[in-house]
């Protein structure tokens, strides 16, 4: 996401040939190199949220603290990366895409159609949300059916094996997009209100306190950028905003994309369906909105991280 401002040059200004070379490569790398920061922080949160989210049949009765302490004492220190393996092959496609996605809608939707200023961010956020879904959902599958199990209990032995098996046993090609619908319509108001929020803030701190929040651009000094702190505070405001308005969809999304894996997946085929099921069985609170606080304490850093270290790399592959 660009979190840089301009600052009136002194003199007509020459591109850089490393400005211009290889731009798409470039770009697609600092994305990519952000979602890996962002996620590996929080990957042991990650999968406790999978764990309560599906109801775990080992952990249901535990809270988020309980879970985290349970999880060592049953499966190792280890236990709290499972499915991280995956997840890394799934994010630097999905935040390379994400990032770069989210630049060029911006510039679609002001150019060919004419819509700027607060509402394009949200629209070009929830654009590129989504098409880092559709790219790299496979992998988001067999991410979260390595995370839900519990050692001693394992159906699959690694990524190849979950490909593998999913791919004969689940309907081929089809059984790798169970759960997209969800993940889709709970994607594009987290996506958009995340830009959204994070772009507002930004561009608003830079306007109004551009000495206090803002330093030059390390590779283009007539560039204003948000200063480390700042930019971490407002990625995480962005990602607690967006998780609370999306968090239910996501629930309902990771219990359709673990599919046969639960004992109850007949009665969540469909987004309407799995919805209604956890609100009737779970209620509210347990069920839609279970594993919540453990989302707030994932999703701050993690966005915060996102944001920090986009805008590090824009710096050092010269993208601003």
């Not at 809608?105 to 879904?133: E, W």
């Not at 099921?277 to 915060?304: D, E, F, M, W």
Request: hydrophobic fraction near 40%; charge should be positive.
């Amino acid at each position: 996401m660009a979190t840089e401002a301009p600052v009136p040059a002194t003199g007509p200004q020459i591109p850089n040939p490393a400005q211009r070379d290889y731009y798409w490569v470039r770009s697609f790398v600092a994305g990519g190199v952000a979602g890996c920061c962002a996620k590996s922080t929080i990957a042991p949160l990650d999968r406790v949220k999978i764990l309560l989210q599906a109801q775990n049949p080992h952990y249901k009765h535990l809270g988020v603290v309980a879970t985290i302490r349970a999880v060592p004492k049953k499966e190792g220190y280890l236990g709290l990366y499972k499915g991280n393996g995956a997840m890394m092959v799934r994010i630097f496609p999905y935040g390379a895409i994400q990032f770069m996605a989210f630049d060029n809608y911006k510039k679609l939707l002001r150019k060919q159609l004419g819509i700027s200023g607060h509402i394009h961010r949200l629209m070009a956020g929830s654009l590129a949300g989504m098409t880092a879904v559709i790219c790299t959902y496979p992998l988001d599958v067999i991410r979260a059916r390595l995370a839900f199990q519990v050692t001693g209990e394992h159906r699959y032995t690694g990524i190849a094996n979950a490909f593998h098996t999913i791919y004969h046993k689940e309907g081929g090609v089809t059984g790798f997009y169970r759960g997209l619908t969800p993940t889709l319509i709970g994607m594009a108001p987290y996506a958009g209100f995340s830009f959204f929020t994070f772009g507002t803030l930004k561009s608003l701190g830079l306007a109004h306190f551009p000495e206090l929040l803002g330093r030059p651009s390390s590779d283009n000094p007539n560039v204003l950028v948000l200063k480390t702190h700042v930019n971490l505070l407002c990625g995480g405001i962005a990602g607690a905003i967006a998780q609370t308005i999306s968090y239910p969809l996501d629930v309902a999304r990771r219990r359709m994309q673990l599919g046969t894996v639960l004992p109850d997946s007949e009665k969540c085929l469909t987004l309407t369906k799995t919805l209604k099921y956890v609100h009737s069985t779970y209620g509210v609170k347990k069920g839609l909105y279970r594993g919540l606080s453990l989302n707030y304490i994932r999703c701050v850093p993690s966005q915060a991280v996102a944001f920090t270290t986009y805008e590090f790399m824009k710096q050092a592959l010269h993208l601003n």
